[in-house]
């Protein structure tokens, strides 16, 4: 494709993403496609051959747009959002043009000194001391595993990176409300599933800190080494909050690495308002959170932070000889910070974001989108027919429907409505489990969400739910 034609694709590329936007609410909001239907209509194209981007355009369309669910659709309430907007669209789109691989400062510096400026930025956002730095993670996933393994360097005087692993069983902690993507970090790291021990809950799904402490003593009396704490703030099916100051105290006590999870609630700390709810937050020795969750930045992009760098560094530090640069005293050399060499370029999107909105707009829709929740938790709370089974800390409701005098399965019949909430296409929600209950799950933080959105989001539950039973 020479230029001349890739600039006339760009302008109608231009165009059929802002139409996308504008046009969003006609899509089903959840793909309806079946299983494989996707997969059976590409294997009847030639993708071999050679196409226009007219011929590829048109099967992106016909095929694939189909099997699209669509994120950014203000009807979007499932799961945690992964919410865009136009100035993140637009900084990936000239990120993506200038494809540049940000693995050393040499390599971008500007990408590498806007990586250092925007982590200071979000930092002082929500309130972070001074002396935590940050870094850009691809997931929350890969910087909680990240955290494990400097937990386990720290601990080891960075000797199992040298000797490996030698006959010790290191213990990890987290309450049974936390994200499965520690579960996965503990396998990854080498401790043993059986050794991440789950801490029972209180009555709001909060970490008891009580219990980790019994916990802690327990395995240090039966021979095992305490290794890492792995707080929630915001868990996934309800965003309770786990006590960050207690957690962090008894992290102290033993010698016990503290990292904290807020994937999608860390974006709630830029109103200080909030933060009386996440109260120790700052004591941790590292902290996550998704800007590509709530903070309006493209998939993807986590804010790691980290209390003590140098640990950080020390844990994955590599040189050979290809890699060695006259600079590498002075500046930050981002694949010393983490599992990747290679990296994107992914502060550009932050730093549009953080200045097209500024943070009065960002914290203005954010508490927009608390202020909602809070409408949709009332309306639920005010419907007989329908019971709350958490607390609303932020933007996340969990509800199910229990009629009147109903003697069936409540279980069943909640599975039954959201299988036809969601085949509506009209809004689309997800589920949890909460203390056994299958738990309806609605979370209010799409870019473009408005009240009405809202309203007609619980006005359709309850027409649906009506037409149950
Ligand atoms: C509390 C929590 N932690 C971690 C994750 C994993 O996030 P990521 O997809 O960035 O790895 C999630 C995902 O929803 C989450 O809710």
Redesign the pocket.
Known sequence: MNNEIFRKELHKFADWIADYYENIEQYPVKSQVEPKSILKQLEKIDSMKQSDMAEIFADFQNILLPGITHWQSPNFFA??P?NASPPSVLAEMVASAIGAQCMLWETSPAAAELEEYTMNLLRDMIGLPKDFSGVI????????LTSLLVARERKTNFGINDKGFDGKTFRVYCSTE?????DKAVKIAGFGKQNLVKIETDENFAMRSGKLEEAIIKDIDSGYIPLAIVS?????SSTAVDPLRKNSEIAKKYDVFHHI?????GTALILPEIRHIADGFDLADSF?F?P??WMFTN??C?AYFVRNADDLIKTFTITPEYLKTKQDEKVNNYRDWGIQLGRRFRALKLWFVIRSYGLEGLQSKIRQHLKLAKEFERKMSEDPSFELLAPVQFNTTCFRYKPNGYSGDLDKLNEQLIEKINASGKIYISHTKLNGIYTLRFVVAQTNTEERHVLQAFDLIKEIAGGLI
Not at 178 to 182: K, V
Request: no cysteine.
């Open positions: 799961y945690f992964a993670q691809d997931t929350a996933s890969t910087a909680t936390a994200h499965s993507s520690i929630s703030l915001g868990t996934t999870d807020a994937a999608l609630a996550v998704n590509h969750k998939f993807d986590s």
